[in-house]
Structure formats: structure tokens, C-alpha cells
């Protein structure tokens, strides 16, 4: 008991505001004042004046009947609602101030005693320590235990009934918790716990209902700076004295001494205090004021190497729950955390490390004086168009002609790699590189949903990378590629392709289409590619990688456990002559063979895939020659023939192979002779030295090439000026 001399009659008489933080017990209540900035505001530790509630149980310790009760009572009265309160009396000896505080118009106390959950100390050490409302507390106690109310009941058990069963606390002591066990019996499930502690912003302590399991919970994906640590002797000192026994009354059990194991401790430990990092603090208290003696719902993610609870905590706010970590990190105060966040699912990493990103890139709080590492991507602003894609180079990059420049012009076509993907590459043969498993397919994917097709594009950012395909700094052997997303405005083959259309971007903005790259990702033909910190992205990056997360869980492409498909082509183009005319009556079996146009050599001269015969040829047509490369019109009509039927299917009429091991013959797209095509637009002559009997259609071809050398255009023009070609 103390003594009369210590206590002292608060001399202050006015009445303060604030707003409940915790409520230890049935009796007693931390009240914060208003919050200035960052930093955490004041607070005070109320305990209601002239009541004693049951004590909670300490560790170890077995609860007071109807203890849990009456701080659950006082606990979903007054939590996080604004008070006004007075300080009655203070009693130094134990650190504590006495006062009444009101919720509303309505005195806390008189609600406390009247529902019977305290009872009333009629008189205090010294003079003046007691309610200024005694005689109604006093009035409503004894109506309180007429109605047998709070712990006066005396349904028989009640008292019994209300001691909660604790296990033994896991805290300090991971031997008294089965963490493997639990997370195997809850994973994925909701857990109903209320918050006891909060030791730093991304680690609380909580009882898990309805068992009452203490435990420490690590939230799941970020973590908080910490709170430091205070000096080994000065914990132990402050363990021994400290009390929690309400109004200054002794407990009825003795503690137990300090064992010399733990002295032992105290005394050989690091005696030095280590300050909180910074932010610290505010981290602290930003989860103390939404999850502090709250109820919460605990998702348990995983368990690690040490057998710590790793989990998702949510907190109700309104008619709707939060996600805490992902709150801490938006405001700059936890920092996104890899092998925790692993554990969790791929929206919620995703989540958290877009709102990380963006508060390194507003510079809040923790990240105030971040600097971005350097990076090799430059954003692209304003730069959208619409065109037909030409050709499908990989999986990952395009070819589109500009709709606003000239039909048929070489300047039209730009290169378009797709933003924040990564395909498998397509080798190169000149190399002896064969292509990558998936690479063949994933362009084979596109060409048959993109060639000759309309889309919009949406430049993004380029980005410099060195000749060798890693990203470099120097200029002198790098060079820039420019990425950007492209729609698909009519798709034709998707709808089961698993993108979503329309595509919206982070930004907001939407585009009438199917995101191509999006498209990829879905069917296991690439990967998106995990940017760094402050690194240009796609603004569909989302998106991207939750199509990425279904072609995952889908096994589908290059995530199938199954071998990819081997694809073995025969290309002649590198074989010798001798080779080539060995396949010429494999070529000649049939009158017309499907072909799929690879490349456009020269206007006349293609590279062509016949996929019934797995080889690859060079194919001219018969008698009908361009003009060779630099000379005049020779890019305008390897322009047009890239318009026409750049890897397009087509036909072919194989008639004959010449000494360099070119098959020469008639070649159709659409049922269209586009020998006829590029005379039509006077970008190519007949050749009739080839021989007139090997020439299909001759005499239509003489008949056309005539006209058009007679209107004085394009190659008319070229064959009075230049030697014949």
C-alpha cells in the first residue's frame, strides 16, 4: 500500500480531449491527444477513478473471474473514440493518474459499474482520492449486484465459466506453440484474433480466438523500421518493479524472484541501448491506432527457418476491411520485403510492391532521401499510332507500318518490341544458333493473329542495350530499341486465348482492343520481366503479370513440365546448290504447294517455309525481275512485296532451280499472281530470256508490261534512263 504522503490531488481542473489508443484493462484506458505531423502525439494512461475491475491474467497467470469480460466491455465501449476526460487524483508511488472521462455526454465510470463489470473502492489513501461521482458508482453497484450483472452474477459456474483456459504463451517460448501445425490447419483461412502488443510497426502480438493462443505475428511482405533495443539491465530492473495492478493495490500473488539463470542473463548482456531507426516511432504508432486491442483478421502465409508466424493482417475501417501492410508501405513507412512477400499470393505482392514504388517516387517518410540507382530506360511520351503489322520478328517484337506515312513506303515500318516482356529468342542461323524451346511457336502465335492486321500501338520508353542484348551505359557499341504496347483492334483468334479486353492501363486510360503482349503472357510464350526500382514499365504492367500468374497455375508453354515440341527445318538457303535441286521433285509432286513467306530479299526474292516438306528455300519468281538493292525503286518494291505478303500464307508453283539453288516459279496470296502485282505498280519488268515456255501466263505478263512501260511511270521511266537489268 502506499503511503498517505504520496498521493497528491491533481492540481490541474480542466478538461482535455482525445482519442482512446488502448485499453489495458476494465478499468483503465491510454488516451491520445491530437497528432501534430508525423510523430506520435501525447498520451495519457487513465484509470477510472475509485474502481477496481478483475485483473487479467500475467503471463503464466490464470485470469480473475469475469477479468475478460469487463475489458472486452470497456474495450468495444471506448476504442478508438474521441473522450473527454480529467484527471482526478495522481498516486506517484506507482506512476499513475486517476480521472473520469466521458464518452459523449455519458461518464465512463457510471456505464462500468452500472453493466456490474467493476466494483467501487469507497475510499482512497488520503483525503480527496475518490470519484466526484462515489455516491452514484456507489448507488449503481449495489443495483448492479441486485440484478446479479457483470461479476455479480450468480448463475452457478458463471465465475468458473468466464476464466479463460490459456495455453501457454508462445511469446519468448516457440517449444509452447506448434507454428507448422497451425499454419497447416488455417492456411489461407481467416483467423478472428484481437491485438495485445505491438512491438514495431510490422510485428504484433495477439490472441488468436477462440483458444486464446498468444503469439507474435510478423505481417507478411514488409517490413518496418525498428524500435531499437533499451539496455539488457535497465528491461530487467524495470521487469522486477513494474505493476500493473489497478489504484495502487497489491496483488494477491506473490511474484516469483528473478532466478539466477536470468540474472546471469541480465548481467553478461549487452548493456548499451540502441535508439529506434528512423521513422520507427511513427511506424509504431501508425499500427497502433488501427490495430491496437482491436479485433483483426489474420491470414497465416507461411512459417520460417526460426518458426515465426509470417501472416496477412486486416483491420475493419468502416464496412470494409484493410490491408495493413499494404497501408504501412503506401504511406512510406515499411519497405516491401521479397522472401516474405514469396509466401504470399501474386496480386498481393503485387500490390505492395507497386505502392513501394510509388512512395520511393514521392519520397514519404522512410524514402525521403532515397536516390534511384541509374537506369537505361527513357520514357516515351506521345507517341501513339495505328498501322497493319508487317511482320512478326519474335514473340516479343513487331513490325508495323505507319498509317499516316504513304502506302507501300520503306519509312512507314517501325520496329515495336513489347513492353516488359520476354520472349525466347529466335537464334540466328549465320551464328549457329538454334532457336530457343517455345521461340518458333511463340512467333508462329502472333503471325497467324497479327499479320495484315490493324492495331494500335502506344509507345511506352526505349531503352539502350548493348549489341550482345545486356543492358549497357557506353554509346559506343549499344544501340536503343523502343518499346510500347500494341492493341489488337479486330482480334479474330483470341477468345480463348485468356486477355482481357478491353486492356486498362495504371493510368487509367483505355484502349478498344486486345493487349498483345498480354495475349503472349496468358499462352506460356513469354515472361514478364521483373523491372527494377524507378526502371521504365509497361503501363499494363499489372495486367502482365497477372497473366503471367495464370499461364503459371495453367502449366501452359514454356511452365509445362512437358518437353516442347522440336521442330527440325531444313534450310537450303545455306545448303549448296547440288542440295537444293535434290529437293526439286519433293517441290514439283503437287501443282500448287502452301508456303509461308519467312523474308523479303528483294522484290522477286524471298525466303519461303514449306512446312508439308520442313525446309526452308529461296524462291524467285519466273521470268519478272526488280531492281537490285540501291538501285532505283528497288525499296520501293521490296516495300510493297513486305505490304503484300510478308509472312503470309501462299501458294507456289515450283518450276525449276537454277545454278545458285533458286526455285524459280509463280507465287500466289489470296488467289493473286503477284508477279501481276509489282508489273501492275511498275516496279518490276519481264525477262524473257528465262525461256517463254517456262513462264506461266506469258502473255498476259507481255501484254501488261507493255501497258505499263507505255504510261511513263515508275519502271517505264527507269528502263529508258538505266541498262536493262
Not at 481 to 504: C, N, Q, R, W, Y
Request: proline letters at 5%.
Amino acid at each position: 500500500m502506499a503511503s498517505s504522503s504520496s498521493s497528491t490531488v491533481a492540481g490541474a481542473t480542466g478538461w482535455l480531449r482525445g482519442k482512446v489508443k488502448a485499453v489495458p484493462s476494465g478499468d483503465c484506458l491510454v488516451i491520445m491527444g491530437n497528432s501534430k505531423g508525423d510523430s506520435p502525439p501525447p498520451e495519457r494512461t487513465i484509470t477510472l477513478s475509485s474502481l477496481i475491475a478483475p485483473r487479467l491474467a500475467r503471463r503464466g497467470g490464470v485470469d480473475e473471474p469475469f477479468a475478460w469480460d469487463s475489458r472486452e466491455y470497456l474495450r468495444k465501449l471506448c476504442i478508438g473514440k474521441e473522450v473527454t476526460f480529467r484527471v482526478d487524483y495522481t498516486v506517484p508511488s506507482i506512476g499513475r493518474e486517476f480521472g473520469s472521462v466521458f464518452l459523449g455526454d455519458k461518464n465512463v465510470s457510471v456505464l462500468v459499474v452500472s453493466e456490474g463489470w467493476a466494483r467501487v473502492r469507497e475510499t482512497g489513501q488520503q483525503k480527496g482520492e475518490v470519484s466526484p461521482v462515489l455516491a452514484e458508482l456507489l448507488r449503481l453497484e449495489e443495483q448492479a449486484k441486485q440484478q446479479c450483472l457483470g461479476r455479480w452474477s450468480k448463475t452457478p459456474g458463471a465465475s468458473e465459466l468466464s476464466i479463460r483456459n490459456l495455453p501457454p504463451s508462445a511469446i519468448g517460448d516457440p517449444s509452447n506453440l506448434d507454428a507448422m501445425g497451425l499454419l497447416n490447419a488455417n492456411k489461407g483461412r481467416a483467423m478472428q484474433g484481437i491485438v495485445e502488443q505491438v512491438r514495431d510497426g510490422s510485428t504484433i502480438r495477439v490472441y488468436l480466438l477462440p483458444e486464446f493462443q498468444f503469439v507474435q505475428v510478423f505481417v507478411a511482405g514488409i517490413q518496418a523500421p525498428s524500435m531499437g533495443r533499451r539496455a539488457a539491465a535497465e528491461a530487467i530492473v524495470e521487469t522486477e518493479l513494474a505493476s500493473d495492478e489497478p489504484n495502487g493495490e497489491g496483488s494477491a500473488e506473490t511474484r516469483p524472484a528473478l532466478t539466477s539463470a536470468q540474472r546471469l542473463a541480465a548481467s553478461t548482456a549487452s548493456s548499451y541501448e540502441v535508439a529506434p531507426e528512423p521513422f520507427g516511432k511513427e511506424a509504431k504508432h501508425f499500427t497502433e491506432i488501427r490495430v491496437l486491442h482491436r479485433e483483426v483478421r489474420i491470414v497465416l502465409e507461411g512459417v520460417d527457418k526460426f518458426g515465426n508466424l509470417i501472416g496477412s493482417v486486416y483491420y475493419p475501417d468502416g464496412e470494409s476491411a484493410k490491408d495493413l501492410a499494404l497501408e504501412l508501405v503506401e504511406s512510406g513507412l515499411a519497405k516491401y520485403l521479397e522472401w516474405s512477400a514469396s509466401m504470399m499470393e501474386e496480386d498481393a505482392k503485387r500490390r505492395l510492391k507497386s505502392a513501394e514504388l510509388q512512395a520511393k517516387k514521392n519520397r514519404l517518410r522512410f524514402w525521403t532521401n532515397y536516390v534511384p540507382p541509374p537506369t537505361n530506360s527513357k520514357a516515351i511520351h506521345d507517341q501513339n499510332f495505328t498501322g497493319k503489322v508487317v511482320e512478326v520478328v519474335s514473340g516479343d517484337c513487331i513490325i508495323v507500318a505507319d498509317d499516316s506515312l504513304p502506302f507501300g513506303s520503306p519509312l512507314a515500318e517501325r520496329r515495336v518490341n513489347l513492353s516488359s516482356i520476354r520472349c525466347p529468342k529466335m537464334g540466328n542461323p549465320r551464328r549457329d544458333e538454334r532457336p530457343a524451346p517455345y521461340a518458333r511457336e511463340a512467333r508462329e502465335f502472333l503471325r497467324t493473329r497479327l499479320i495484315g492486321q490493324q492495331v494500335n500501338v502506344s509507345m511506352e520508353y526505349s531503352r539502350k542495350v548493348g549489341l550482345a542484348d545486356g543492358p549497357t551505359t557506353a554509346s559506343a557499341d549499344s544501340r536503343v530499341m523502343d518499346f510500347g504496347s500494341v492493341f489488337l483492334v479486330s482480334p479474330t483468334k483470341v477468345e480463348a486465348d485468356g486477355a482481357s479486353t478491353p486492356a486498362i492501363s495504371t493510368a487509367g486510360s483505355q484502349h478498344a482492343g486486345v493487349n498483345v503482349a498480354e495475349l503472349v503472357v496468358a499462352r506460356g510464350f513469354g515472361t514478364v520481366i521483373r523491372h527494377r526500382d524507378f526502371e521504365e514499365r509497361s503501363n499494363y504492367y499489372d495486367a502482365l503479370l497477372a497473366a503471367e500468374s495464370r499461364a503459371i497455375s495453367g502449366r501452359k508453354g514454356i511452365h509445362s513440365a512437358k518437353d516442347p515440341p522440336v521442330m527440325h527445318i531444313t534450310d537450303l538457303l545455306m545448303a549448296s546448290a547440288k542440295k537444293a535441286k535434290d529437293f526439286l521433285p519433293f517441290l514439283q509432286r503437287v501443282r500448287r504447294m502452301p508456303a509461308i513467306v519467312e523474308y523479303v530479299l528483294s522484290g522477286h526474292r524471298f525466303k519461303l517455309l514449306i512446312p508439308k516438306e520442313t525446309c526452308s528455300i529461296a524462291f524467285s519468281f519466273s521470268g519478272v525481275r526488280c531492281p537490285g538493292r540501291d538501285e532505283p525503286f528497288s525499296d520501293e518494291a521490296i516495300a510493297l512485296m513486305r505490304r503484300k505478303i510478308m509472312q503470309r500464307d501462299v501458294e507456289i508453283e515450283v518450276e525449276t532451280v537454277d545454278r545458285t539453288g533458286t526455285f524459280l516459279g509463280s507465287l500466289w496470296e489470296a488467289k493473286t499472281n503477284m508477279a501481276v502485282t509489282l508489273l501492275e505498280a511498275g516496279l518490276a519488268k519481264l525477262q524473257t530470256s528465262f525461256g517463254s515456255d517456262r513462264i506461266p501466263m506469258l502473255t498476259f505478263l507481255l501484254r501488261l508490261s507493255s501497258l505499263r512501260k507505255s504510261k511513263t511511270k515508275n519502271m517505264g521511266k527507269l528502263c529508258r534512263r538505266r541498262r536493262s537489268f
